[in-house]
């Protein structure tokens, strides 16, 4: 059992709320972390459940960059037709804290994780437990917060 660890010491990007970013690299930003998020789940197997705009950064070309990054498509390019896998997106999804496996069997207890004026009303009111479509609902709240 091998775990890899980094510990990056300079800003790899902005966090989206960032007055200095235009409107554009908030939306490129926006868009990756949708990206980012999709391909946790459906490649990964993994569910944010903490979708805000502190968690998703946009890469900006003025810093310093550690690596590429490129679009997750896969050798199947299930991805290909969202973002063509050799353009670089300009955006990353962070703060796993809460994620989960998605297919792990989840206990009878309903938690509300996340950040509470981006998260889902359902998960607000404790009618559900945790699912893909209310990450995205909470992208909606960041989209409109963001604008």
Aim: proline letters at 7%; a negative charge; one cysteine or more.
């Amino acid at each position: 059992n091998r775990v890899l660890s980094r510990l990056v010491l300079s800003p790899t990007g902005r966090p989206l709320l960032d007055s200095r970013l235009s409107p554009l690299q908030v939306a490129e930003g926006l868009l990756a972390g949708l990206i980012g998020h999709a391909s946790l789940f459906f490649q990964g197997g993994i569910l944010h459940r903490d979708i805000s705009p502190n968690n998703i950064i946009v890469i900006d070309d003025s810093l310093p960059q550690l690596t590429s990054v490129f679009s997750p498509a896969a050798a199947s390019d299930s991805f290909a037709w969202i973002w063509p896998r050799d353009t670089p997106l300009r955006g990353c999804l962070i703060d796993l804290d809460y994620a989960i496996e998605a297919s792990t069997q989840p206990s009878s207890a309903l938690d509300r994780t996340g950040t509470y004026p981006f998260m889902a009303i359902q998960i607000l009111l404790g009618q559900e437990r945790h699912r893909y479509r209310h990450d995205l609902e909470s992208f909606l709240y960041v989209l409109l917060w963001v604008c």
